[in-house]
């Protein structure tokens, strides 16, 4: 890890001030993007899950996931130490400087990371069992992967170890947030399976849209100042940018998400005959997600490019995930989160800072992991869960709503609810 | 199916790591890596089929 300067110590701690907008405006979003009849579950899910992540990742997480030149296990494989996890303090005892604004920084990306299956599982997904997930997630899935990237772990070793560029590079946290998010959206979307009514019998699944388009789109513009405080901490923590490489950071990730917004503007209109603005949104927050794995590492030019096609691809990927593989996502997170996740990741391969071929492969590698160790781990766990308490809701909770059956009134008391006579396709 | 997928999966990411110690090429490691990583994607597809068929059996 590096050590900041007195005047980064001091950015640091004002932007992890910022830090929160990030989970407000994906809080928002899902919200939003929901039922208006589940409105208030998801908000006041979205809390206990920030809360839940974030006392499961004080009291033991950041023990596992430590920090770079920390304490750590390592296992001695093919002549090679693979340190897989970190030997840090429980509750934080004892850490000072840098350390300290990683575990500070960590704490909110945590959860950041536990509100992207959330939205992926609204309108059916049970708070209590969302609350276990989450700490499963939080106590140990996320340390783990985290302490491989940014706790000095052998995947942030590449490098050293087999000369794979500088190691796997991932400095505002596409891979351990988004994509690890993304993968756990859709485990729980799998384990849960569609909304009622989502997929009939015969013909195309219904529509069941977005309950208060203006939530979504302010969520955006929220969480556009709390993206940019993940990516600028990254670059100081991570990738050592300090000085004028900061000011590009931030140009890059506004350039990566607004390259997304115009490209989804585009398809949408070109598809639809008018733009659509849920899968607008979605794309401004997959841009950002790029930007994640992005802005630190190329140039502004590089990170427009990389918006523009996260943004121009998104659309077709959620429509194809919704009618070809079944899967109801309401929030979009599997896509926007995972699958821009990774094209940000793949892009610092060829056009980051350190391009070559040795970095790509590095990049691939860490891709491999989420994909072909973190997916089984977080189904086989999650599988587990829901056998012992189910995640899905009763049906007639589903049918009256999360609000009723969970909470006992609604978001929108004074307001009619409509009835589940949903739009054909 | 979805066992079946889930295992592709893993075996996937053990090609990919023992592609990374036992082949010092970097041509041969980048193939390897490569096909770990298309037996991971088809361990994908195999797992989201079962998704699809347990729901068209619930419909």
Not at chain 2, 4 to 10: C, D, E, N, R, S
Request: aromatic share 10%; net charge neutral; hydrophobic share 55%.
């Amino acid at each position: 890890m590096i050590v900041p300067s007195t005047f980064d110590s001091t950015l640091c701690v004002l932007l992890i001030a910022l830090l929160p907008l990030a989970p407000a405006g994906l809080a928002l979003l899902n919200c939003g993007l929901g039922r208006s009849r589940s409105a208030a579950q998801s908000l006041l899910g979205a809390l206990c899950l920030i809360a839940v992540a974030s006392v499961v990742y004080f009291a033991w997480g950041f023990s596992l996931e430590g920090f770079a030149g920390g304490h750590a296990h390592s296992l001695r494989i093919g002549g090679v130490a693979w340190n897989w996890v970190a030997a840090g303090p429980l509750f934080l005892r004892g850490l000072s400087g840098s350390s300290l604004y990683a575990a500070a920084f960590q704490v909110f990306a945590v959860s950041l990371a536990a509100l992207i299956p959330w939205g992926s599982g609204a309108d059916r997904w049970r708070l209590g069992t969302a609350c276990i997930s989450t700490a499963l997630l939080a106590g140990f899935v996320y340390p783990l992967f985290a302490h491989w990237v940014w706790g000095g772990g052998w995947l942030a070793q590449l490098g050293a170890t087999f000369h794979l560029g500088g190691g796997f590079a991932d400095p505002g946290g596409a891979a351990t947030m988004q994509v690890l998010g993304g993968i756990a959206a859709l485990v729980v979307v799998w384990i849960l399976g569609p909304r009622r009514g989502k997929f009939q019998r015969s013909g195309p699944p219904a529509v069941i849209p977005a309950h208060h388009i203006a939530y979504v789109l302010f969520g955006c513009m929220v969480a556009m100042v709390g993206w940019l405080a993940l990516n600028l901490l990254g670059a100081v923590l991570f990738a050592g940018l300090g000085g004028s490489a900061l000011a590009i950071t931030e140009v890059n990730t506004l350039l990566c998400a607004s390259g997304a917004l115009l490209a989804a503007l585009l398809v949408t209109r070109l598809r639809f005959g008018k733009p659509d603005a849920s899968l607008c949104a979605n794309a401004w927050i997959g841009g950002l997600v790029a930007s994640s794995a992005v802005a630190a590492l190329v140039s502004p030019g590089a990170a427009l490019f990389t918006g523009v096609v996260a943004g121009g691809v998104l659309p077709p990927a959620i429509e194809i995930l919704e009618l070809r593989c079944g899967i109801d996502d309401p929030s979009g997170g599997i896509a926007v989160h995972g699958l821009s996740g990774i094209w940000g990741l793949l892009v610092v391969g060829f056009l980051g800072r350190d391009a070559s071929g040795g970095q790509m492969i590095a990049q691939l590698v860490g891709i491999a992991t989420l994909l072909g160790l973190v997916l089984p781990v977080l189904y086989v766990l999650y599988w587990l869960l829901n056998r012992a308490i189910p995640f899905h809701t009763h049906p007639h909770g589903e049918h009256i709503g999360m609000d009723l059956h969970e909470l006992g009134s609604g978001a929108y008391p004074e307001f009619v609810m409509h009835t589940d006579e949903f739009a054909p396709r | 199916m979805k066992l079946a997928g889930l295992g592709l999966l893993v075996s996937g990411w053990f090609i990919v790591v023992s592609a990374l110690c036992l082949l010092p090429q970097p041509g041969r490691r980048a193939a390897f890596i490569s096909a770990g990583m298309l037996v991971e994607l088809l361990g994908l597809f195999l797992v989201g089929r079962a998704h699809r068929e347990s729901l068209e059996a619930q419909e």
